[in-house]
């Protein structure tokens, strides 16, 4: 998934130590993040911002969506905004 300048691909403990410089030039405590958080992070992101959870399923190698959704979505704003949507269809004159 990650590759040096070259093109090699890079292990798990370079991936950490180039992930941990990125953190300290942006004044971020490398104890509080990992490369996992920021997966976290990417899958919520798209999520809040309406794409469906199929294509972010697929962008983040899942085979379904049932991993992306219990573990990586972090936020409940889109289920509440499809739970609105609906009641709104239903009660349209509200």
């Known amino acids: 998934m990650f ?9 798990s403990h370079n991936v950490r130590r180039s992930f941990r410089a990125v953190l300290k030039k942006a004044g971020l405590n490398a ?6 958080e920021m997966r976290h992070s990417f899958v919520s992101l ?3 911002s ?10 983040v190698g899942h ?4 991993v992306t959704e219990t573990v990586y979505r972090k936020q409940l704003r ?11 269809r239903i ?4």
């Open 3 to 11: 590759a040096s300048k070259v093109g090699a691909e890079l292990d």
């Open 31 to 36: 104890q509080e993040w990992t490369p996992r």
């Open 46 to 48: 798209l999520s809040d």
């Open 50 to 59: 309406g794409m469906s959870i199929e294509a972010i399923s697929r962008l």
């Open 63 to 66: 085979r379904n969506t049932s």
């Open 78 to 88: 889109p289920m509440l905004l499809e739970g609105a949507n609906a009641m709104d």
């Open 91 to 94: 009660f349209p004159d509200s």
